[in-house]
C-alpha cells in the first residue's frame, strides 16, 4: 500500500538554527498537511498546502514556519529559527481530495524535532 | 471549536469486542464525527467516519445515537494490533479536524 514517507525520523538542532522536515507524499494525492504533536499532547493542525499554496494555517504556523513543494514529489516544511517549545513530533499526511470533504488523511509516521 | 470526551484510557480482553464511547454534546447538525487512531511510535491511522447513519468498514463500526450527541467506535474482534489510542474528532464545515486527547485502547492477551 502506498504511503507518506518523511525524514529524518529525529532531528536533532541548536536554539535559533534552521531545520527543513521532509516529506514525500502518496504520488497521486494532491493536498498536503503538517501536524504536530507536542510529548503528551494532542495532535495540532499547523498547514495545509494545495495547487502550490497554502490554503488554510493555524495560529500555531506563524512568520517562523514555511512549506514549500519544491519539485513534484517533496513537500517541506522550514522552522527559520527553532525554540525549545518547538521540540515536538511532526507529522505530515496527504489526501487525494481536501479533508473538508471528509476525505481521509494519510499520515506519515512522523520526525521527531528536538531543540536544544 | 466543537469538542469531543473520550475516557482517558479503556482495557480489552483480546478476540472479545471492544466499544470506545464518545461525547459530543455540543455537535451541529454539519459536522461530521471522524475517528483515527495512533499506534505506538507511528502517525495516525484513519478509521472511520459518519454523520447520522451507522458505518462500517472493514476495520471498524461507528455506531452514532440518534441526537448525535454521542459516538460508538466499535472493534467486532480485538488483537492485539489494535492497542493503540483512538481519537474521536469533530470536523465542523469548513474547518480542519480538531483533535481531543484520545482514549488509550489496552489489549489483554
Known amino acids: 500500500e502506498p504511503e507518506v514517507t518523511q525524514t529524518p525520523s529525529h532531528q536533532v538542532t541548536q536554539m535559533g538554527q534552521e531545520v527543513i522536515l521532509r516529506c514525500v507524499p502518496i504520488s497521486n494525492h494532491l493536498y498536503f498537511y503538517w501536524y504536530r504533536q507536542i510529548l503528551g499532547q494532542k495532535v495540532e493542525f499547523l498547514v495545509s498546502?494545495?495547487?502550490?499554496?497554502?490554503?488554510?494555517k493555524s495560529e500555531i504556523f506563524d512568520d517562523q514556519f514555511s512549506v514549500e513543494r519544491p519539485d513534484g514529489s517533496n513537500f517541506t516544511l522550514k522552522i527559520r529559527s527553532t525554540k525549545l517549545e518547538d521540540s515536538a513530533m511532526y507529522f505530515c499526511a496527504s489526501s487525494v481530495k481536501s479533508v473538508l470533504t471528509n476525505e481521509k488523511l494519510f499520515f506519515g509516521s512522523g520526525t521527531q524535532l528536538s531543540v536544544l | 471549536d466543537a469538542k469531543t470526551t473520550q475516557p482517558n484510557s479503556m482495557e480489552s480482553n483480546e478476540e472479545e469486542p471492544v466499544h470506545l464511547p464518545c461525547n459530543h454534546s455540543?455537535?451541529?447538525?454539519?459536522?461530521?464525527i471522524h475517528w483515527y487512531r495512533q499506534l505506538p511510535s507511528q502517525g495516525p491511522e484513519y478509521v472511520i467516519h459518519?454523520?447520522?447513519?451507522?458505518v462500517n468498514n472493514r476495520m471498524a463500526s461507528l455506531a452514532i445515537a440518534e441526537d448525535r450527541k454521542s459516538s460508538t467506535l466499535i472493534l467486532h474482534r480485538a488483537t492485539l494490533r489494535d492497542a493503540a489510542v483512538y481519537y474521536c474528532i469533530l470536523r465542523a464545515s469548513n474547518y480542519q479536524l480538531i483533535w481531543g486527547a484520545g482514549t488509550k485502547l489496552i489489549i489483554k492477551p
Open positions: 459518519g454523520l447520522t447513519s451507522n
Open positions: 455540543t455537535i451541529s447538525g454539519t459536522d461530521y
Open positions: 498546502f494545495y495547487n502550490n499554496e497554502i490554503s488554510e
